[in-house]
């Protein structure tokens, strides 16, 4: 690697790391509130990635503007989602929620598959699909699009958690539903609404990925490896080390590749996963907590 | 002192049987009654009830038979939030604050039923501070770096926040400090002398009798003896060796 090549590379990794930030956002959503580990997650964000697809391409709407309706769309399919299954694994072990999202991440993508058959395929970018040239660096209009979309939703539900009062409510529901209740919050209504609010965020990271680079309808497991990477890495409970961490990866992904060969960075990634578990359970925002 | 409008009333439960699972039957025809400016103290041994009871009236559990008042109105199924609209409010046994979240957003949280009128929100989170002014220098602190007696105020501040007229404190002193128990048995007497409606669970036989108007003993989830306070005064040390012996 000669140094000539490393501003690319940074900006190629930062990039990427809002980009898998926007994947993680949703699971972290709702394993950090709810404590219920989604592992159908990957598979409606590729899910709400094929409507987009189709919105896109098929129906020929804008790629910035179909991303609106799609989260709409999600939110309610989350509603109902809770209604029809999580709601009834509310008092179940971990194992029994595990494996029943295990089965609605299995049923998903085989419904999937049999409408949009195992195909890769490319969102239609339009005007999007410019790459933007600064001295000797390119840049992919798209993913500038995305991560700024990332860092604004982002910030808007940092604003959301820690500004208003019912950010505090969403917040102590995480770490005391009891008391919650007990304060008169329908925590019934709000545990709804959050789970339907990260299945919706989910979808957002599906509309990103489809704004970002090519998928099929299977390829998501590792989207869901990754997000759970970010999830692990940054902590819960915070979104700017959900950013954080996605960009940690994204960088880590970007440098190593080039450095190394390619089948290490898996390998990399890993190590930092195992050393962030070892430094403190909870993530390195438990550390930074720590600390202030 | 400013009291909010809701006129102090009677707190009954009425032959109440409840439980936690379908065959399991923790109460067993329980009456309870706890009137305005006195403290109704309930004891027991444990697993006798104590806090099942309470459960009962703040609307976590509901009886499977029997009947819950407030006044004159039945409350019988009622959720906790509705019951804490007509003036009911949990002091729940162990620590209760959110411990991530800051004493403000602990006590705004608190007047959650307000949120839809920001001034009175803030007025009534504004009071607590008048209340309890150790917690105006603390508002941007997490509670969970509060000190034990800190916390203990600041969940007397969310369960007043609301100006409840009844107040169910269940063991107000496990875990604290003996110097801070005095205290919180203080803050009670000084509820009561609000007007206040208390019912008191307490493991600290001597404490709880010491500022009871009233007093209930329940007995494997029975009622077993009841009445005024000098009448247990005397009786307190076979009562307690009763219960050794239950």
């Given at each position: 690697m000669s140094l000539s090549q490393l501003p690319q590379l940074l900006i190629n990794g930062m990039l990427l790391g809002c980009i898998y930030a926007g994947f993680a956002l949703g699971l972290s959503v709702i394993l950090g509130v709810l404590k219920v580990v989604n592992l159908a997650h990957s598979a409606v964000l590729v899910l709400a990635t094929l409507c987009y697809w189709e919105l896109v391409n098929a129906l020929g709407v804008d790629p910035l503007l179909s991303i609106v309706p799609i989260v709409v769309l999600f939110y309610f399919f989350g509603l109902a989602l809770h209604r029809g299954v999580a709601q009834r694994l509310a008092r179940e072990h971990d194992s029994t929620v595990l494996l029943a999202f295990f089965g609605i991440m299995v049923t998903i993508e085989s419904i999937a598959v049999l409408i949009w058959t195992t195909d890769t395929r490319n969102v239609r970018l339009g005007y999007l699909g410019t790459v933007l040239r600064f001295w000797d660096l390119n840049i992919a209009l798209s993913r500038v699009a995305a991560a700024v979309l990332i860092i604004l939703v982002l910030t808007v539900i940092h604003l959301l958690l820690t500004r208003t009062l019912t950010g505090a409510a969403i917040r102590g529901l995480s770490e005391n539903r009891d008391v919650a209740s007990m304060v008169g919050i329908g925590v019934d209504r709000l545990t709804r609404r959050v789970f339907a609010a990260g299945t919706a965020l989910a979808a957002f990271g599906g509309c990103i990925l489809g704004l970002a680079m090519p998928f099929t309808p299977q390829g998501h497991v590792r989207w869901l490896a990754w997000a759970f990477l970010v999830v692990i890495i940054g902590g819960m409970g915070s979104v700017l080390n959900t950013l954080l961490a996605g960009l940690a990866i994204g960088l880590t992904e970007s440098i190593v590749s080039v450095v190394l060969p390619t089948q290490y960075t898996y390998l990399i990634l890993y190590a930092i996963l195992a050393i962030a578990l070892l430094v403190r359970r909870t993530g390195l925002g438990g550390v930074s907590e720590r600390a202030v | 002192m400013t009291r909010a409008a809701t006129a102090t009333q009677v707190l009954r439960m009425d032959r109440v049987t409840a439980g936690y699972y379908a065959n399991d039957t923790v109460l067993d025809q329980v009456s309870l009654e706890a009137r305005p400016g006195r403290v109704t103290v309930v004891l027991g041994p444990n697993g006798s009830g104590k806090s099942t009871s309470l459960r009962v009236l703040s609307g976590f559990l509901n009886a499977r038979s029997g009947r819950t008042m407030l006044g004159s109105e039945g409350i019988d199924g009622l959720p906790p939030g509705e019951r804490l609209a007509r003036g009911i409010a949990l002091l729940p046994q162990g620590r209760s604050v959110f411990p991530g979240l800051t004493v403000e957003e602990n006590l705004r949280l608190g007047a959650w039923m307000l949120r839809k009128s920001p001034q009175r929100l803030q007025a009534a989170v504004d009071a607590m501070y008048d209340r309890y002014p150790v917690l105006r220098p603390l508002r941007s602190r997490p509670a969970g770096s509060l000190s034990g007696g800190q916390a203990r105020l600041l969940e007397f501040g969310r369960t007043l926040i609301l100006e409840p007229s009844v107040l169910l404190i269940d063991e107000?002193?496990?875990?604290?400090?003996p110097v801070l128990v005095d205290q919180v048995y203080d803050e009670i007497a000084r509820l009561r002398d609000e007007g206040r409606t208390i019912l008191l669970v307490d493991q600290n036989v001597q404490a709880a009798i010491d500022m009871a108007d009233y007093v209930y003993t329940l007995a494997y989830g029975r009622n077993h003896l009841q009445g005024e306070r000098s009448q247990f005064a005397d009786e307190l040390d076979s009562l307690i060796k009763q219960w050794l012996n239950l």
């Open positions: - | 107000p002193s496990v875990g604290l400090a």
